[in-house]
């Protein structure tokens, strides 16, 4: 473990990572919002989608920094129901990064699963993969994402939905996020399958798929690290914007997106508290989250160095 | 070239007949298009005799070229949710998107290519290097967001411009127009910001950095050694080779522009197609998405198409040569 350390401390990555006080500070502002949105059931000072601590006459108080009609017990005020900005802002964060990562997840697997296959097999299977990629290229991804929730709508019941909404996000967005993996994974195992050590894994008489999954995608993980890193940020944004199109989850699981939704309903009349703080989360969470990506791929370049 | 222009119109009608096919399998078996059509005491003979009649008995490939030849007419059904006619309901909101969409393009390019040529020519002034930090922050901001913003400082706060809805519109015909009324130019300015913040700053950077690399080239050097004004060379030599990629992103961006009216439409309350998009998939309305999904895939075709022939037309050298290069990342 030790010997681990020392090596991690000394290598290329860490050196860069420490000279870049951007990165580093994005990096820390990521892991805060990371931690404060996983342990909000033990930190958050209110459980707001629990009715039975809800109080009415608590609704649309103003943050404790404006005027004098505050209260300590909600800092950033409370929206029309009582809920407490704060704590609802912990939750839906939460809720909005297990969305993004559980997303990018989906979309990694299904492309590097379909790139390993489109590029070690050819011929008319990663004709028929690739023009499906292309195809799909032609539409940006929040319509596929839309177009998937529409199909998912027509099939089941509108509870149903409710329940499962949040697989419905997480393999909408997943789905319509593949494509780019899938072309950098063809890519490299174009170039690494005539290469000598895997035609020596081939004589020795391994299956193909070992040989895929054992000795070509360890050579892979550098460009997909960085196409997932800069795809968080950007399934964070499919998700709020889904949420906020009443498309993605419920009002009684509420992600960031969702709690923007509610406040903008009550923008008009000047409430602006209830929109404008889970808006500067989300901003905040995928700025740190977008700069960390672009070091990662200027990092990882050789290019670049 | 004229090989190039045929290879090219063979992969769009591919292209065309993928999305028409999806298209058809959403109509004819995501949803029963008889269920919408009758009512809940309809006995089962009428409805298979009303089966027999729509053709819905036929085989799969006969009905998906009837569903294309109904296409191609603009036939697309009724709506579940509203019973009207798909193209009607379409075409009445067409001309809201398009007015929308032309107004944030012409944002998009009056600002975003002098701001790239400015931030290109100056990298190293303060102001470039402020613009440069506001369109990370840009980038970095979902459309929505900006769009509530804009709405809680300007309408909200300040009360100068109209927060939702196209104010006063002159109808021509079919067309509803925006822009002959004050009201109605005024309610255009906060959702064209907002639709083409995005794209501005994707247009910033890449003129900039394309006029990075231009100025560094000999023929700039070699212009400014025959004493020529630096307007000349800025602009009728640097930024005219800087246009080939600007035309490729700007183009495919403009599709990207039309489609994510639909967040842009939903925010403003602006009815236009892609807020009967987002409506339709609330109600799983299935006749209106397969034909918006149609219409958008058209679209983007089209604009692929026209972007691949501006090359010739902008860059002489292509012209020579059996095809154009594809400029640009996609």
Redesign the interface.
């Known amino acids: 473990m030790a010997e681990w350390i020392r090596r991690a401390a000394d290598s290329d990555i860490w050196w860069s990572f420490k000279s870049s006080t951007l990165t580093v500070v994005a990096a820390a502002a990521t892991l805060l919002i990371i931690v404060l949105a996983f342990l909000s059931p033990l930190l958050a000072p209110h459980t707001p989608f629990d009715p039975s601590t809800l109080n009415l006459s608590d609704g649309l108080k103003p943050p404790v920094f404006v005027g004098t009609d505050g209260d300590w017990s909600f800092p950033l005020g409370t929206d029309d129901q009582g809920r407490d900005v704060l704590s609802s802002i912990m939750y839906g964060t939460r809720l909005s990064l297990v969305v993004g990562f559980a997303s990018v997840v989906v979309a990694m697997v299904l492309g590097i699963a379909l790139g390993l296959i489109s590029g070690y097999v050819g011929g008319a299977v990663d004709a028929v993969i690739m023009?499906i990629a292309?195809?799909q290229?032609?539409?940006?991804a929040?319509?596929v994402a839309?177009?998937i929730?529409?199909?998912v709508?027509?099939?089941i019941s509108v509870q149903r939905h409710d329940e499962i909404a949040i697989y419905v996000i997480v393999g909408a967005i997943g789905l319509s996020f593949w494509v780019q993996y899938a072309r950098t994974v063809r890519g490299s195992v174009m170039v690494e399958k005539n290469k000598e050590y895997v035609q020596a894994a081939r004589v020795i008489g391994l299956s193909p798929a070992l040989i895929m999954v054992r000795h070509v995608l360890p050579n892979v993980t550098g460009p997909v690290l960085v196409i997932a890193t800069l795809n968080l940020?950007l399934a964070i944004?499919s998700e709020?914007?889904l949420s906020?199109?009443?498309?993605g989850l419920p009002s009684t699981q509420p992600s960031l997106g969702t709690l923007?939704r509610l406040g903008?309903e009550v923008?008009?009349s000047?409430d602006?508290w209830i929109?404008?703080f889970p808006?500067a989360t989300?901003?905040a969470l995928?700025?740190a989250v977008?700069l960390l990506g672009d070091w990662l791929r200027d990092a990882l370049n050789p290019k670049l160095r | 070239m004229l090989a190039f222009i045929l290879r090219r119109l063979l992969q769009s009608v591919a292209v065309l007949l993928a999305v028409g096919l999806v298209s058809f399998f959403l109509f004819r078996y995501v949803g029963d298009p008889i269920n919408a059509m009758v009512g809940q005491d309809t006995s089962q003979q009428e409805r298979d005799a009303l089966r027999e009649k729509l053709g819905l008995n036929d085989p799969a490939p006969v009905q998906f070229v009837h569903f294309l030849f109904n296409a191609a007419q603009g036939k697309f059904g009724l709506s579940y949710r509203t019973s009207e006619p798909v193209s009607r309901m379409i075409l009445e909101r067409l001309p809201a998107t398009i007015e929308l969409s032309f107004c944030a393009t012409l944002f998009v390019l009056f600002f975003g290519i002098p701001m790239g040529v400015y931030t290109g020519l100056y990298p190293r002034h303060w102001s470039s290097r402020l613009l440069q930090a506001i369109s990370l922050i840009g980038v970095s901001l979902p459309t929505f967001l900006i769009g509530i913003l804009l709405i809680l400082f300007f309408a909200v706060i300040l009360h100068w411009l109209p927060s939702f809805g196209r104010g006063e519109t002159v109808t021509i015909g079919w067309w509803t127009t925006n822009f002959l009324t004050v009201k109605g130019l005024e309610a255009l300015i906060l959702p064209s910001i907002t639709l083409g913040l995005f794209q501005l700053t994707l247009i910033m950077r890449l003129v900039r950095s394309e006029m990075l690399e231009v100025m560094r080239t000999d023929y700039i050097k070699f212009a400014r050694a025959r004493g020529l004004t630096n307007r000349a060379i800025n602009f009728g030599h640097a930024l005219k080779n800087t246009l080939v990629p600007v035309i490729t992103v700007a183009g495919l961006q403009l599709g990207a522009l039309i489609a994510f009216a639909l967040v842009t439409e939903t925010v403003f309350a602006w009815p236009g197609v892609g807020q009967l998009f987002i409506q339709s998939v609330q109600f799983s309305d299935i006749p209106v998405m397969a034909a918006y999904l149609m219409l958008i895939g058209l679209l983007f075709v089209v604009i692929n198409l026209v972007v691949d022939l501006l090359y010739f037309a902008v860059d002489p050298r292509l012209r020579g040569q059996g095809g154009a290069a594809r400029v640009g990342s996609h």
Do not use: E, K
Request: overall charge neutral.
């Open positions: 023009r292309d195809v290229l032609t539409f940006p929040i319509l839309l177009l929730d529409g199909i709508r027509g099939l940020g944004i709020a914007t906020f199109l009443g498309v923007i903008n923008l008009q000047g602006w929109t404008v808006g989300l901003a995928v700025l977008n």
